[in-house]
């Protein structure tokens, strides 16, 4: 089918290779009959799209591809060596070709811009001192018009079967093949967040490419023609956004690697990106209905709304998302540490958390449910059996995690559930150990639920008489001597529960020698003539260190 169209193209084009008014059409204009080929004659095939005349040194910043530049000579007169530099700039640019007038600012053209012409194949022409700039223009652009005309009758071929493969569902990448034949160069599709879909040939040229590269294009989006190493190649890429409504657009990118790129291949391209944008706007359109629709579901079975499950399983047929028989499943709350998120901050962060999750295949959900980040887990299993890597909480939490943008926060867990009707106990777990995490200023990664431990105790009898009449015996006491001491007693016994009464690890951890260790020790048990040998004493002690963490 592509080769049948590519013939049908060159029909109405003729040759490929005599595309366009070109380079080499300029020695037969009356005005240039005395012009002078310098160098760069490996591009006097190249079509010319458009005139400029450049008499200002900043002139790299305007030009554009397949342009002819003329000068005067005027902005290097003093160092027409500077000619050097510009022919590089301006070949990287597109430009097809540069005209020097001499005998005016300066008599000769240096060797040293020949050889640059030469090197990078951009034709350097030396014009006659009497040629009239509007003149030239006046003729080219004459030239240029009517092989434009030629051009779209080619364009309007190229339109209507690019139209036909969108309305007929042929798929992103076979729009990209039906573009890569007809402009004879590799195309990639660059998405808002640098992920890349590419045309037949552009494949394996991508992968010798490093994200570092794609990303230039985010960072450069003003121009429209870039140089890209691949392998031992420079490779001009031609750049042209997706119009598509969105902050960050999709980008076309054009790989000048098999052929030249001509003016009905630019046209092609701005038709080919309208043609584009509509399709991804009605895509992220759906998208976005899709996402309202799942996001209810996913709320709705979160907090238990959803009671039958029939209807479960239904709903989440209907959404796209066919559940196991056999799932387990885990439920999580974002805690944040400093301060927490607005609604809206929230739910941008959830739709990026989903994005990044389904392009893993994590199995992992978010949502924002009662002004929380939540998320929930599908748990899939290895060949043994075993919880798979990729599907783990942690394992998720810990690559997901910095799409938080650097704010201090905990994932806090409900327990496993194994059907799909104890989702929603899953999730109130997880609640109460976002809440047990706040209160007892918990700064681990991750917490669990079943793993609170002491704190659940405490946090149950927060509040209470019994709570504060044993702080008052057992916490109160501790505080007093601590701040008698103004020493360290308090921190130095938690250490030391914590290292399970080992004298040498504690001082290890706090970075204090360890007869310093002994001696706090001691204090505390004459202080308060308590044994810390004593398992009971030691359990009452721990206990009170426990519940001033959620005082």
Not at 99 to 121: I, L, Q, W, Y
Not at 273 to 283: A, K, V
Request: proline letters at 4%.
């Amino acid at each position: 089918m592509l080769a049948q169209e590519r013939e049908e193209e060159t029909a109405v084009n003729g040759t490929m290779t005599e595309e366009g008014f070109t380079v080499g059409a300029l020695f037969d204009l009356p005005q240039l009959k005395e012009a002078v080929l310098l160098g760069g004659g490996t591009g006097l095939d190249r079509p010319i799209s458009r005139i400029n005349v450049m008499e200002v040194p900043d002139v790299v910043d305007w030009v554009r591809p397949g342009e002819l530049l003329m000068t005067t000579g005027y902005p290097f007169k003093h160092d027409p060596e500077i000619l050097v530099t510009l022919i590089a700039q301006l070949a990287s640019k597109g430009v097809v070709a540069l005209g020097v007038k001499t005998k005016r600012f300066f008599d000769e053209v240096p060797r040293s811009a020949v050889e640059a012409a030469n090197r990078h194949g951009l034709p350097l022409i030396e014009l006659p001192p009497s040629t009239t700039f509007s003149d030239v223009v006046r003729e080219v652009m004459e030239r240029v018009l009517v092989s434009e005309s030629k051009d779209l009758t080619v364009l309007q071929g190229r339109v209507q079967r690019l139209s036909h493969v969108l309305l007929h569902g042929d798929g992103l990448h076979a729009y990209l093949n039906h573009l890569q034949t007809m402009i004879r160069n590799p195309v990639v599709l660059l998405d808002p967040h640098n992920r890349i879909a590419a045309s037949s040939d552009a494949g394996p040229l991508c992968e010798r490419i490093g994200e570092e590269e794609w990303a230039k294009f985010r960072t450069e989006q003003t121009l429209e023609t870039n140089v890209i190493q691949i392998g031992e190649r420079s490779v001009r890429v031609h750049v042209a956004a997706v119009p598509d409504g969105q902050v960050r657009p999709y980008l076309m990118l054009i790989l000048e690697y098999a052929a030249d790129y001509g003016p009905v291949d630019t046209l092609t391209i701005n038709w080919a990106g309208r043609l584009l944008g509509f399709e991804i706007s009605n895509l992220l359109a759906r998208k976005n209905i899709e996402a309202k629709y799942f996001d209810q579901f996913l709320q709705d079975w979160l907090a238990g709304r959803i009671v039958s499950t029939d209807d479960l399983r239904l709903r989440a047929e209907a959404c796209g998302w066919p559940l196991a028989e056999e799932g387990r499943y885990v439920a999580g709350v974002v805690s944040f540490h400093d301060r927490k998120s607005n609604v809206r901050g929230l739910l941008e962060l959830a739709k990026r958390l989903n994005w990044e999750s389904d392009s893993r295949k994590s199995g992992a959900k978010w949502t924002v449910l009662e002004g929380e980040l939540v998320v929930l887990f599908t748990m899939r299993a290895d060949m043994n059996g075993a919880p798979a890597k990729d599907s783990d909480p942690e394992q998720v939490w810990s690559y997901l995690r910095p799409l938080l943008q650097e704010k201090s926060a905990s994932l806090c867990m409900g327990k496993e559930v194994g059907k799909q009707s104890n989702v929603s106990a899953s999730y109130r777990d997880a609640k109460r150990a976002a809440e047990i995490r706040r209160v007892c200023g918990l700064q681990e990664e991750t917490v669990r639920y079943g793993e609170l431990g002491v704190y659940l105790l405490l946090y149950r009898l927060l509040g209470t008489e019994e709570l504060e009449e044993y702080q008052r015996l057992y916490l109160h006491p501790l505080l007093e001597l601590d701040r008698k001491q103004q020493g360290s007693l308090l921190n130095t016994l938690r250490n030391y529960f914590e290292c399970n009464c080992n004298a040498k690890e504690t001082a290890e951890r706090m970075f204090v020698h360890y007869n310093t260790v002994n001696y706090r020790l001691e204090r505390i048990k004459s202080e308060l003539g308590l044994r810390l040998d004593d398992p009971e004493t030691k359990l009452l002690l721990h206990l009170a260190i426990k519940s001033g963490d959620i005082a």
